[in-house]
Nanobody, 114 residues
Framework: VQLQASGGGLVQAGGSLRLSCVSS????????ISWYRQAPGNQRELVVV???????DYADSVKGRFAFSTDVAKNTVYLRMSRLEPEDTAVYYCNAQQNGRNYWGQGTLVTVSS
C-alpha cells in the first residue's frame, strides 16, 4: 500500500487549505483511514479517523473546522481545513490500516501564520 499526501502550504490564520491523500488501493480495502499531524516538538496526534461505518470521528480541536471526504473513484481522501489557526501548524500525514498493518504517507507541511 502506498499513500501520497499533498496540498500543504503556507496560509494566514483564518484561511483554508485542502489536503489530499491518494492511495494505491481502494479506500474500501482499508479497515480505517485517518489523518494525523505532528507539530514541532510534539507527538503525532490523530486529527480524524474514518472507518467502515462511514462516519468520520474528529479530534475536539478541529471539530467544526475540518472536514473529511472521499472520492472512491480516485482512491483519494481529503481533509478540508477551514478557519486555520497557528496551532494547526504541523506536518500532516495520512494513515491507513489494513489487516492489522499500518501504512503512512510521507507527510505534507501546513504552516499557519498569525
Amino acid at each position: 500500500v502506498q499513500l501520497q499526501a499533498s496540498g500543504g502550504g503556507l496560509v494566514q490564520a483564518g484561511g483554508s487549505l485542502r489536503l489530499s491523500c491518494v492511495s494505491s488501493e481502494s479506500i474500501y480495502s482499508f479497515d480505517s483511514i485517518s489523518w494525523y499531524r505532528q507539530a514541532p516538538g510534539n507527538q503525532r496526534e490523530l486529527v480524524v479517523v474514518f472507518t467502515s461505518d462511514g462516519r468520520p470521528d474528529y479530534a475536539d480541536s478541529v471539530k467544526g473546522r475540518f472536514a473529511f471526504s472521499t472520492d472512491v473513484a480516485k482512491n483519494t481522501v481529503y481533509l478540508r481545513m477551514s478557519r486555520l489557526e497557528p496551532e494547526d501548524t504541523a506536518v500532516y500525514y495520512c494513515n491507513a490500516q489494513q489487516n492489522g498493518r499500518n501504512y503512512w504517507g510521507q507527510g505534507t507541511l501546513v504552516t499557519v501564520s498569525s
